[in-house]
């Protein structure tokens, strides 16, 4: 399933760092797949809630990984895939703050990673995959030919997503905001098991000063020296 020859972009980093958006744009300049592996995490915390399985339950949470019946589709090429759980579509269901924390409480189990693993490297097919996570260039794709890490300080992230549910016409508590990604920061950095930090042979870009455009630039940069 793993297809060594087929290169891989890695753009790893914590939430509100624009990674997500960073991604898509280089998978579209490029014309490659892309793998969103927060999905896969959500839409397992999803079917967890809908199934009555507790967080804290790995054995159960592993069993739920392994049969979990999730489906990408292309609404149309370069654009966002829309999301599957089962027969339910979840694109938007699962981009809730409270989805995005549940998330980060099944990623803690060792066994529940496992499962995923062969569905996210499954991902890489010609011509190449741009692929966005925590550990994308630690764990799942460790020969990707560059592996990106962005950061930005937790103030500037919560501001962000501020902005975005904003838009939405969601609207939220900055503070509450902060206090959340910092949890979150803390339990995906603490787990024992591909926490998030930076490959040894990653790219740091810290982009709390860089608009998305100049982000996109120097990963663009990076990309144009090794291809
Ligand atoms: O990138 P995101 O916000 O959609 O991810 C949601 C959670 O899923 C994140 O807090 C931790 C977990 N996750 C992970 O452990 N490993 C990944 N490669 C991607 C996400």
């Known amino acids: 399933m793993m297809n060594p020859k ?4 890695t753009i790893d980093g914590a939430s509100g760092t624009g990674k997500g958006t960073v ?3 280089i998978a579209k300049k490029l014309g490659w797949n892309l793998l969103d592996s927060g999905v896969l995490y959500r839409v ?6 809908n ?11 592993t069993a ?41 409480k099944v990623a803690v189990f060792p066994a ?9 490297r499954a991902f890489r097919t010609l011509p190449g995959l741009v692929a966005d996570g925590r550990d994308m260039g630690t764990v799942i794709f460790p020969d990707a030919i560059v592996k990106i890490f962005l950061t930005a300080s937790p103030e500037e992230r919560a501001r962000r997503r501020y902005n975005q549910l904003n838009a939405k016409g969601i609207h ?20 024992t098991v591909a926490p998030l930090k930076p490959a040894v042979d990653a790219i740091i870009i810290d982009t709390d000063p860089l608009t998305i ?10 990309i144009k020296k090794v291809l």
Request: proline content about 1%.
């Open 6 to 9: 087929v290169p891989v972009i």
């Open 23 to 25: 991604t898509h744009l």
């Open 44 to 49: 397992l915390a999803l079917a967890a809630q």
């Open 51 to 61: 199934k009555g399985v507790s967080l804290e339950d790995e054995t159960a949470l």
């Open 64 to 104: 739920l990984a392994n049969a979990l019946d999730v489906r990408f589709i292309a609404a149309e090429i370069g654009e966002s895939l829309l999301v599957f759980l089962e027969k339910q579509e979840v694109t938007d269901i699962i981009r809730a703050e409270k989805v995005g924390n549940a998330a980060s």
């Open 112 to 120: 529940v990673r496992t499962a995923l693993l062969d569905r996210q």
């Open 172 to 191: 939220v508590n900055l503070g509450a905001l902060v206090g959340e990604l910092r949890e979150r920061d803390r339990r995906d950095q603490e787990r």
């Open 213 to 222: 455009e100049q982000v996109v630039a120097q990963v663009m940069l990076e």
